[in-house]
């Protein structure tokens, strides 16, 4: 690279990639002949020593940057760190694992330097794109309801909502920065849904490939992210989306309650005081292992922690089921509604359940 700064910066956020960092890197210097660019890879402190692998690489390769990240998670936050580590005025994003069609960047630089947009989407849904080679019939299932329920909520106009291979003006991005969530899997999303005034956007189409090396990131996890980033800013902001998913696992747990409670009673023989209280017992057992895996992922407990954590949320939760009975009663004896006093008992408890978990439980999400 000369001694000129970047004209144009690609961020790459990446968890165990070390297999694909190279060819990657080789890609763009193919496809971005004539650009000043630069490539920075933000890795969240991969278990298979990604951040060594692409150290080595800027070592050879001045155009190279590493940032690696410990304590954090979330492709999200990688990629916003990432950008903000920009001074080149043009910006992309882009995964690791070589799905992404690298030859189309020109094009997408080419319409912000010529101004015809502000945020460029690789799209797998317009003219000259396709996702046949990269998705299984299932993930191109729930990809293409995401799409549908993501366009009708937010109102978006862009085809491909779930992209995660965008260009952009840096100036635009530092601008939204501020408001967007660091956690969640879905960046685009979350510029589009929080630029104000709307960004112009632009679409170019591209084949979207079979993975290079490694395995998909994409579970239930990152499904759930999805569904609370969108509520959230559906909501404005008022709904944090980390408890969209602690209140659909507290969901799960009713069910895992009354199953309980009727194989107690029903198999057991037991007194219902009891059969209801092991029944409680198992429910929030439940809801603490399924919330360490996925609510509170990036924060998730190990071993003996996650036994102390076991202890705390059983306080945490025996402690709320208080303010949960005392405002369904005050409600009931107020309008005699079951529904609606059991309702805001339900909600109260709740709030007093996620608020508490993560200030004592999951001290270390985000």
């Not at 635009?172 to 879905?186: C, Q």
């Not at 079979?210 to 909501?235: N, Y």
């Amino acid at each position: 690279m000369s001694s000129r700064s970047a004209h144009v910066s690609v961020v790459v956020p990446t968890f165990n990639e070390s297999r694909n960092v190279a060819e990657l890197t080789r890609r763009l210097g193919e496809a971005l002949l004539g650009f000043e660019w630069e490539v920075i890879f933000v890795d969240d402190n991969s278990p298979d020593g990604t951040y060594d692998v692409v150290k080595a690489l800027a070592v050879e390769n001045p155009r190279v940057r590493c940032i690696r990240r410990v304590n954090r998670r979330g492709l999200s936050g990688a990629c916003i760190e990432g950008i903000l580590s920009s001074a080149a005025p043009y910006v992309a994003v882009m995964d690791a694992d070589l799905q992404h069609d690298e030859t189309i960047l020109p094009e997408m630089f080419g319409r912000l330097e010529r101004d015809e947009a502000d945020i460029v989407v690789g799209s797998r849904l317009v003219e000259g794109g396709s996702s046949e080679a990269g998705f299984s019939a299932g993930r191109a299932f729930a990809s293409s309801f995401a799409i549908r329920l993501a366009s009708f909520m937010i109102g978006a106009k862009v085809s491909d909502l779930m992209s995660g291979f965008f260009a952009m003006k840096r100036e635009r991005f530092e601008t939204i920065a501020p408001n967007l969530t660091t956690s969640g899997f879905k960046i685009l999303l979350d510029i589009l849904a929080t630029a104000s005034p709307p960004l112009r956007a632009s679409e170019v189409g591209y084949k979207f490939r079979t993975r290079f090396a490694g395995e998909s990131k994409f579970d239930l996890r990152a499904m759930s992210d999805f569904f609370g980033l969108l509520v959230h800013k559906v909501s404005r902001g008022l709904i944090p989306p980390r408890f969209v998913m602690f209140a659909l696992v507290g969901g799960t747990g009713v069910f895992v309650h009354l199953i309980s409670l009727r194989l107690c009673l029903g198999l057991a023989g037991i007194a219902f005081v009891w059969a209801q209280t092991l029944a409680t017992v198992v429910a929030m057992t439940w809801n603490f292992f399924i919330n360490n895996m996925l609510t509170y992922s990036n924060a998730k407990l190990h071993g003996g922690r996650a036994f102390l954590g076991l202890l705390q949320f059983y306080a945490v939760c025996g402690i709320g089921a208080i303010p949960n009975i005392g405002v369904a009663n005050w409600l009931f004896g107020m309008n005699n509604s079951w529904w609606l006093a059991a309702l805001a008992g339900i909600i109260i408890g709740t709030v007093w359940n996620y608020t508490m978990s993560s200030l004592f439980v999951w001290r270390r999400a985000d």
